[in-house]
């Protein structure tokens, strides 16, 4: 039973450019969370989707970021015309119910994007 | 607004010994959980242990364990029997009000000597 699998590890864009960040959840997992790591920080909560829908964007910027989770296929996170300051480590996570009913959640190993 | 402290940015102990790190958190709700999560330098969040704020009692997973002071706000964790493979940077989190995300401290960095 694979984990969170989350790609490309690393990313590199020069500012301006698009960067797409994949992540497919635990099998079975239908609850799909983005946080974001800057250097020497903790996470940063970002988006909290459900199959197709979005349940909470509170943490993500209002420009350039977005998230989807597909009724077929991985989560994205996107982000447009990069800009230095989005550099960080992005980390997506899984669960099988909200975390009221679980408590926990299954992460990936994460995906480093770095703008040059 | 939940926040989550994590007053010890490094720490370090000797192979077998036993470490505590701190954390402490404010929130307004009755029920919530916590979480210790552990990162090491593959920098994979593995979850180590967590607990239920209704729960009085402490819980524990095997050399790890937690001294949860609901009125003071506090929950820290103890590691016995300190070994190499505990090397990592440990954070502190609480679940929100409705349960949907994770608040995180800033982490301890955790540094197991031979």
């Known amino acids: 039973n694979a984990g969170v699998m989350q790609n490309p590890r690393h990313l590199v864009r020069r500012r301006g450019q698009e960067a797409r960040l994949r992540c497919s959840p635990m099998k079975g997992h239908s609850h799909v969370y983005w946080y974001r790591q800057l250097p020497e920080e903790g996470l940063k909560f970002m988006v909290y989707l459900q199959k197709e829908n979005i349940i909470d964007e509170s943490g993500m910027p209002k420009e350039r970021f977005s998230a989807e989770f597909p009724k077929e296929g991985p989560s994205i996170l996107r982000i447009q015309q990069v800009v230095r300051g989005d550099s960080a480590a992005y980390f997506c996570?899984?669960?099988?119910?909200?975390?009221?009913?679980?408590?926990?959640?299954?992460f990936g190993e994460g995906s480093r994007l770095t703008v040059l | 607004a939940q926040t989550v402290t994590q007053s010890q940015p490094e720490m370090s102990v000797q192979e077998a010994e036993t470490v505590t790190l701190s954390c402490t958190y404010d929130?307004?709700?009755?029920?919530?959980?916590l979480f210790w999560y552990k990162q090491p330098p593959s920098r994979q969040m593995i979850l180590v242990i967590r607990q239920e704020a209704y729960k009085q009692q402490n819980a524990t997973e095997n050399r790890f364990s937690v001294n949860f002071q609901k009125a003071a706000k506090s929950f820290s964790l103890k590691i016995s029997d300190s070994q190499l493979g505990d090397t990592a940077m440990y954070f502190c989190?609480?679940?929100?009000?409705?349960?949907?995300?994770?608040?995180w401290g800033l982490g301890t960095s955790l540094a197991v000597n031979p």
């Open positions: 989190a609480s679940a929100d009000g409705n349960n949907r995300k994770l608040i």
């Open positions: 996570a899984s669960s099988a119910r909200d975390l009221s009913n679980t408590g926990e959640l299954f």
């Open positions: 929130t307004s709700e009755s029920n919530y959980y």
